[in-house]
């Protein structure tokens, strides 16, 4: 069977949404993948664990493949902690399938699991305090609320541990500072990344990627009357 090259692969959901529109056949199957990695982000260093789904399938008899990451947890208060990261995961698969669905792509609707994380975290299962997901926010704007949101795009460097091997890894990181009922928020989202060693060849795509998802947030915020400003990540 053959593969799609780079510049023609579906690269996110949407991508597939819109070549099923099309008549495109195709297949969809996610795999998780709960990755530990290093982070250096400023002047700190921490380390987290990403939620992967790796998107694989046929599209047009070729074979495709792309990831998402829809969580980073972790033990310190430098993001969520690991269990608050399994539900917001979880909450944006949910989005992603309803979407899938809608479009017309069958999909078999697995969740993440704090069981399948073989780390073992002290208070791993502790009860922890809701955290707000950008569309919440998104909602409480469409209630009628004022929200105004700061977006700060960032290149994170981190190294992904997997069984055998160590790889750099570039995050394309989104950084929203929400402002709403007498109160300030942070929220932060991975847009996209790349393989550092090979930054040449996929810098652009990750990019392109990267801005494709906030265009979509961006319009989300303009029909919730939130007031922004558009940011893009770039080349340089």
Known sequence: ??????????KRVTDLIE?????????CRPEFEIVPVDFRHKNNQFQAHIFLCLYKGTTGGAEYLFRKCYARGCPNNLCPHVSQAVMIANRYLQRDYYRLRQGGVTVEEKLFSLKDMMVKYEGL????????????????AREGNDV???????????????????????????DFNVTTLGRTGNYQRCLG??????????????????????????????SASIKFKRNYFSMT
């Open 1 to 10: 069977m053959n593969e799609l090259k780079l510049a023609d692969m579906p």
């Open 19 to 27: 070549l099923k529109k099309k008549g495109v056949d195709l297949t």
């Open 125 to 140: 299962h502790e009860e922890q305090g809701s955290l707000l997901m950008i569309h919440d926010y998104i909602n409480i």
């Open 148 to 174: 105004s949101i700061e977006v700060m795009l960032e290149h994170v460097d981190a190294v992904e541990h997997f069984a055998n091997e160590k790889n750099a890894q570039t995050f394309l990181n989104g």
């Open 193 to 222: 990344c790349y393989a550092t060693k090979n930054e040449d060849e996929e810098k652009e795509y990750a990019v392109d990627v990267a801005n494709a998802r906030l265009d979509l947030l961006y319009d989300e915020f303009e």
